[in-house]
């Protein structure tokens, strides 16, 4: 049997006197793409920093490639797009892609190579020589996914990767994702935007602590008896 590249079982995390996720179950298989969705505040990011490490659960497990986070051996194998970035803002954009393509450990006879190969799908070649300070919004996220792309890591974690990017370019962001999954990688995206929702392989909803319904999007859709994953959300918060 394949190991997951992620798999949480169980899962729960409190903040003091709160349970943010209670009952968490949720696996990321190789050559697939897993959306989660769920209103703001569901704990989407939590699910995210849980799995990676950046928080200790309370309870159940998560690992990614059947380990615990974190652990520095794996870093090179994940692509991690947090919602808020964290870039260099005194550093061009090309400054910042050589520095975290050195942290991934990526070979000096590769990164400009790769560092071009990211520029170009996130559409920021022309402004790689401008510090990131003179980036608008929109430009931070494409280099935030632009880093996270660096080094063809086995599993991408992008947490709402395409907000403030145009319809244009999300298409083109997607047709690289649809790549990646196709090499046989994994990918987990946490949106907002329901129509890429529709685009995942499986779609797992978020409420109340607890993964309510995981499944493909067409099967999400005959279970609810609805015709867009917009309203399989909207029916399963109970919205009429």
């Known amino acids: 049997m394949q190991t997951a590249a992620m798999n949480l079982q169980h899962l729960v995390k409190k903040f003091g006197n709160q349970t943010v996720l ?26 995210i920093k849980t799995t990676l490490g950046m928080e200790v659960a309370d309870g159940g497990s998560a690992t990614v490639f059947d380990t615990t986070m974190p652990n520095r051996q794996l870093l090179s194998n994940i692509g991690y797009m947090a919602q808020t970035d964290a870039l260099y803002d005194a550093l061009s954009g090309k400054e910042n892609l050589i520095f ?12 400009n190579k790769e560092t071009a190969y990211v520029a170009k ?21 494409r280099l935030s996914l632009a880093i996270a792309l660096l ?9 709402e990767p395409t907000v ?20 046989g990688r994994s990918i987990l995206i946490t949106t907002h935007v329901m129509d890429e929702a529709e ?9 109340d602590g607890k993964v309510m319904a995981f499944d493909k999007p067409n099967a999400l859709k005959l279970q609810y008896n609805v015709d867009t994953i917009e309203d399989v959300f909207l029916k399963a918060e109970g919205v009429e």
């Open 22 to 47: 209670k009952d968490v179950n949720l696996n990321v298989r190789a050559g697939e793409i897993v959306g989660l969705i769920g209103p703001s505040g569901a704990g989407k990011s939590t699910v």
């Open 100 to 111: 975290y393509a050195q942290m991934k450990g990526i070979s000096k006879s590769e990164i």
């Open 121 to 141: 799908v996130v559409d920021l070649t022309d402004n790689l020589n401008k510090r990131v300070n003179s980036y608008s919004g929109g430009m931070m996220r």
């Open 151 to 159: 080094g063809s890591p086995k599993l991408l974690v992008l947490d």
């Open 164 to 183: 403030g990017i145009d319809p244009a370019l999300r298409r083109q962001v997607w047709k690289e994702l649809k790549s990646i999954r196709d090499e």
């Open 199 to 207: 685009l995942c392989d499986r779609v797992a909803l978020l409420l």
